[in-house]
Each structure stands twice: as structure tokens, then as C-alpha cells.
């Protein structure tokens, strides 16, 4: 090769490791490029610098550095053999497998159930809106038949009074149709644990109080109470009456109507 | 020519050395130990003249035998002689070791390779058993002008460059280059000659 000249002194103190930084680059280079002769004489040449050992003088080192060293080398070939030995019984590709199936098995249970309860939670969550539009229903309803039962010409009202007069009057609106209204304004709470309850009262000589809904005013003592399927008794009722009775009301009265209004 | 020496070699006899190693393939520790026994004082005693520190010597011993032990497929037993590849890898560690020491770290940093590689040697080498060779280098060597001989040992135990040997022996550059490279070929010259 034409360059190799430039290279020729350069072999033996390139295998000693004594050239300089840019003659090395240079032959290495050179040698990158595959030249065969020159790395034939490279090699050549190492093999002259290894023969250079021969000048140190041998040197027995300690015992203990053997036994350093054969302690670990047979530590190390345990360690080999017990690897090997383990190795046929139990091959690593069954051991990732396994752990590989395992894994996947845990992760499906553990996505089915996180399913299971968004299906249970969604499911839940449709009821929740279920009832709260029936509720909304039934208030609408409920709104819608009070105004008609309040503005029908054919609904007749009727006033209840108290014998104590500084007590506010109520008024009831019967509608022979579509039940009755009855609302209150500024009313006094009734007793503690008390409700006010309705009574139909009827004409028939020794007519037993027909019971009604109950009903407790709020802060401001306004109320309105629907009774949307009365006893269609209108015709045959002398008056209304309320009452104070217990939580949930009673059968027949058991204290004397605060309120009474008779039907013209 | 030198260089027509360096032909495969007709003798197909396995050396010892060579067996020992292949047994160190399938972890065999008596190998290791017979190795170690046949060449743990010429590697210790390389190491410990570029050290110049027995503590340190040892360390880096231990760690060239462990390199054997857990790297032997390095060793290609059809390239080269045992002994040689070995006594380079512990020459190339104490050098590493001495480096740690020295500004000369970062300019033979890429030169060293973890092992190195096994040299082809030629014919004639194999005709001289460890022993003679060893007799023959320091006498050819020792023969040399004391200047020339000390540019070589600068430059394989120390680990030094041409310029620096040239600045530590405040001779020309050149003539340093020369002395190396004549010393080198003259060992070569005489080893052929006497094989």
C-alpha cells in the first residue's frame, strides 16, 4: 500500500503504547482502512513488546493473596453449578409464563370488578335521576292541580275560623272533582311534636270525623296542603275542622278543632 | 523476511497452558489454581516493577487472575502463546492502575482494551520454552547501550511517550524514537537467530 512508508517506524512504539496523540490517530487510521501488511507488523511488534515482560525479575506474592483468590473463584464455580443445576428443572421462559399469566389474571379480576361497581355506580346513578323527575312529576302535578283546584268557578271555598280571634283564619277549597286545598298564612305552630290535622265533618246525624292528611306549617306559619282523592263526600259533609293530633295523625280526634268552616 | 515467519503452526501438540484453559471454560477451580501456580510470580513481578508497591501490586494481580477466570473465551489458543497475552493484560492493568496517578491518564485512555488481544507469534518463538526466551530478552536486552535500554524501559514499564522520555532524558526526540525502535528490532533479530 503507497502509504505505509510513513507508517513503517511507527509499529514498535505503537504497540508500546509511546506514540504521540496524532501519530497514533494517523496509523490507527491507517489500520482502520484495512491495511494487512501494516497489521501484520502491528501484530508483529506487540508480540516484541510482550517479550518485554521477561525483564522483570519474577516474585513470589503472599499466601494470602491465593487464598483471596480461591476463595472467591470457588464461591463463583458454587454459584455456576447451582445455576446450572436449577436451570433444567424449572426453565426461566416457564417462570416468565407463569408470572406473565398470573399478572394478566390478577389485572382481569381486578378490571372486571372495577366494571362491575361503574355499572353498579351508574346504575344507581340512573335511579337517583329516575326518582328525582318522578318527584319533579309529581310536584308539577301536584302544583298543576292546586292552581286549577284554587281557579275553577265550580270549586267552592271555605273559610275556617278560630274561636280565639287574634288567630289567623285558614281557607279551604274543595273542588268536587279534584280534592281539596287548604292553606294558612302567619299560623301559630302547633304544640311540640303536634301536627295539624283535616277533618271531614258529615251532615248525617252522629256522623263520625272522617280523618284527612296532616300537615305541619313552616317557620313563617304558611302551609298548603292538597287532598287530591277526598271521600267524595262533598255533598254529604257539613264542615271541615282541624285539629291538633299526634305525628302521623289519628283515627278519630283527640283534642278539640282549632279550626272549623262550614260548607253552604 | 521476519514477517514469512509468521505462519501457522505446524506442531499441533496442545500446550499445558492452553489446556488449563479450556478447562477454566467449564469453571474448573483446580485449573485455575494450577495456572495460577505456574504464572502468579511473573505476573506479580511485572506488575510490582511498574508499581514499585507491593500492596498495590497484589490488588491489581487479583484482579487480572479474576479477569482470567470470568473472561477465558478472551484467549484464543490458536493465535498465540498463553503467557505473553497474560503478562500484557497485567501490564496493562498496572499501567491503568499507575495512570490514576499521573496526567498521562487521558492520553493513553483509548489505547488499553479491557484484554487484550492475543498476538500471533512466530514460528520460531515456539521453539523456545519459557524459560530460555525469558534468559534470552534480559541478555539481549542487558546488551544494549544503558541509555537504549532505559528508553525502553521508560516507555514499557512506566507507560511513557516518546516525548516524554525524550524530556525525562533531555535527549532529541529523534534519537529516543530510535533507540526504541533499534533496541526492538535488534531483540527480534537475535531471537530469530538463535531459533
Not at chain 1, 484495512?34 to 518485554?52: F, I, M, N, Y
Not at chain 1, 254529604?236 to 272549623?260: D, F, M, N
Not at chain 2, 508499581?51 to 470470568?70: H, M, N, P, S, Y
Amino acid at each position: 500500500m503507497k502509504n505505509c512508508d510513513q507508517f513503517r517506524e511507527m509499529f514498535e512504539g505503537y504497540a508500546l503504547g509511546a506514540l504521540d496523540a496524532g501519530e497514533r490517530a494517523a496509523l490507527d487510521a491507517h489500520l482502520a482502512a484495512g491495511c494487512k501488511d501494516c497489521a501484520k507488523a502491528v501484530e508483529e511488534a506487540r508480540w516484541l513488546v510482550s517479550q518485554l515482560a521477561y525483564l522483570a525479575p519474577e516474585s513470589t506474592p503472599s499466601d494470602m493473596l491465593k487464598g483471596r483468590l480461591m476463595q472467591t473463584v470457588r464461591a463463583e464455580a458454587l454459584a455456576a453449578q447451582s445455576a446450572k443445576k436449577f436451570k433444567p428443572m424449572v426453565p426461566a421462559w416457564l417462570w416468565a409464563g407463569v408470572a406473565a399469566l398470573l399478572l394478566f389474571s390478577l389485572y382481569s379480576a381486578w378490571n372486571m370488578q372495577r366494571l362491575v361497581r361503574e355499572v353498579q355506580s351508574a346504575n344507581e346513578r340512573a335511579a337517583a335521576l329516575i326518582r328525582e323527575r318522578l318527584d319533579l312529576e309529581a310536584q308539577r302535578a301536584a302544583a298543576e292541580r292546586e292552581a286549577t283546584i284554587l281557579i275553577d268557578p265550580a270549586s267552592v271555598k271555605i273559610p275556617l275560623t278560630s274561636s280565639d280571634p287574634l288567630t289567623p283564619k285558614l281557607e279551604a277549597t274543595w273542588h268536587a272533582k279534584l280534592g281539596i286545598v287548604l292553606t294558612g298564612q302567619k299560623v301559630p305552630a302547633p304544640s311540640r311534636n303536634r301536627v295539624l290535622q283535616l277533618w271531614l265533618i258529615p251532615k248525617a246525624p252522629g256522623g263520625k270525623p272522617i280523618p284527612s292528611l296532616t300537615v305541619r306549617p313552616d317557620a313563617d306559619g304558611k302551609f298548603t296542603l292538597l287532598v287530591a282523592n277526598p271521600p267524595d263526600l262533598m255533598e254529604g259533609t257539613a264542615a271541615l275542622a282541624i285539629t291538633e293530633e299526634p305525628p302521623g295523625g289519628s283515627p278519630q280526634p283527640t283534642t278539640t278543632p282549632r279550626w272549623v268552616g262550614g260548607l253552604t | 523476511m521476519f514477517l514469512a515467519a509468521l505462519l501457522p503452526s505446524a506442531n499441533t501438540a496442545v500446550s499445558p497452558d492452553a489446556t488449563l484453559v479450556r478447562r477454566l471454560l467449564q469453571q474448573d477451580v483446580s485449573a485455575f489454581e494450577q495456572l495460577y501456580d505456574r504464572h502468579s510470580r511473573a505476573v506479580y513481578g511485572l506488575i510490582l516493577r511498574i508499581l514499585q508497591q507491593a500492596g498495590t501490586a497484589e490488588a491489581v494481580v487479583q484482579d487480572v487472575f479474576l479477569q482470567l477466570w470470568r473472561n477465558a473465551e478472551h484467549y484464543d489458543e490458536s493465535r498465540g502463546p498463553f503467557l505473553p497475552w497474560l503478562l500484557t493484560l497485567a501490564r496493562n492493568r498496572a499501567l491503568d492502575t499507575l495512570r490514576l496517578k499521573s496526567e498521562r491518564q487521558r492520553r493513553r485512555e483509548d489505547q488499553t482494551e479491557e484484554l487484550p488481544p492475543v498476538v500471533t507469534a512466530p514460528e520460531f518463538e515456539k521453539q523456545l520454552d519459557e524459560k530460555r526466551r525469558a534468559e534470552k530478552v534480559r541478555a539481549l536486552i542487558g546488551a544494549l547501550q544503558p541509555q537504549q535500554k532505559r528508553a525502553i524501559e521508560l516507555a514499557y514499564f512506566e507507560g511513557l511517550s516518546h516525548s516524554e522520555i525524550a524530556e525525562k532524558m533531555r535527549e532529541p526526540l529523534g534519537t529516543v524514537k530510535s533507540w526504541i525502535r533499534n533496541g526492538l528490532l535488534r531483540l527480534k533479530e537475535e531471537l530469530q537467530a538463535t531459533a
